[in-house]
T-cell receptor, first 120, second 115 residues
Framework: AQKITQTQPGMFVQEKEAVTLDCTYDTSDPSYGLFWYKQPSSGEMIFLIY??????QNATEGRYSLNFQKARKSANLVISASQLGDSAMYFC?????????????????FGQGTILTVHP | GAVVSQHPSWVICKSGTSVKIECRSLDFQATTMFWYRQFPKQSLMLMAT?????????EQGVEKDKFLINHASLTLSTLTVTSAHPEDSSFYICSARGGLHYGYTFGSGTRLTVV
């Protein structure tokens, strides 16, 4: 079974500073994918960044980077130069790698989420 | 880019009535659709997985007779909440397998309020 854990219910950061949102995962699949999404109050899920389990380098997308530590099973999101518009709920998610026919294939399992508040 | 159109964005219905939520992939074929439910400030919980032309697979604890899922075409999947009750009030969001972003395209969600 897969499990994603986000231990920070809420985080606060000053505008223009960097912030790290924690995510740990557990899976027995050798192949998996890790995602981060942003969910503003409107409810839409905005894709931020993806890391494949076999990717050698940490993923980066603009101000977002993923600190992937495979041995520790962690996939923390780093947001640099925070902006007021970054205030939202953030979810870490994992896609299982079980082949088709297995019930876990393709499903995204989400962590509990972290509410990020950016202060001016 | 890949878009999943979800309607309605919000709905208020009376207890005991049924509500249908549609998710339509606009520029790609969605062979698989995932349906999630989310309570305020909580995580997304997978309710069911639907594949085009076959019966949906429901997660443990989800009442299949209450949450009817139909995936009759490669571009349309529907979730019908039957005999809705106030405890069914929630945010429902679909996610299609396919499109951009490493294969997951989310709808914009539906806020259901049952009064």
């Amino acid at each position: 079974a897969q499990k994603i854990t986000q231990t920070q219910p809420g985080m606060f950061v000053q505008e223009k500073e960097a912030v790290t949102l924690d995510c740990t995962y557990d899976t027995s699949d050798p192949s998996y994918g890790l995602f981060w999404y942003k969910q503003p109050s409107s409810g839409e899920m905005i894709f931020l960044i993806y890391q494949g389990s076999y990717d050698q380098q940490n993923a980066t997308e603009g101000r977002y980077s993923l600190n992937f530590q495979k041995a520790r099973k962690s996939a923390n999101l780093v947001i640099s130069a925070s902006q007021l518009g970054d205030s939202a709920m953030y979810f870490c998610a994992m896609r299982g790698g079980t082949n088709a026919g297995g019930t876990s294939y393709g499903k995204l399992t989400f962590g509990q989420g972290t509410i990020l508040t950016v202060h001016p | 880019g890949a878009v999943v159109s979800q309607h309605p964005s919000w709905v208020i219905c009376k207890s005991g009535t049924s509500v249908k939520i549609e998710c339509r992939s606009l520029d790609f074929q969605a062979t698989t659709m995932f349906w999630y439910r989310q309570f305020p400030k909580q995580s997304l919980m997978l309710m069911a997985t639907s594949n085009e032309g076959s019966k949906a697979t429901y997660e443990q604890g989800v009442e299949k007779d209450k949450f009817l899922i139909n995936h009759a075409s490669l571009t349309l999947s529907t979730l019908t909440v039957t005999s809705a009750h106030p405890e069914d009030s929630s945010f429902y969001i679909c996610s299609a397998r396919g499109g951009l972003h490493y294969g997951y395209t989310f709808g914009s969600g539906t806020r259901l309020t049952v009064v």
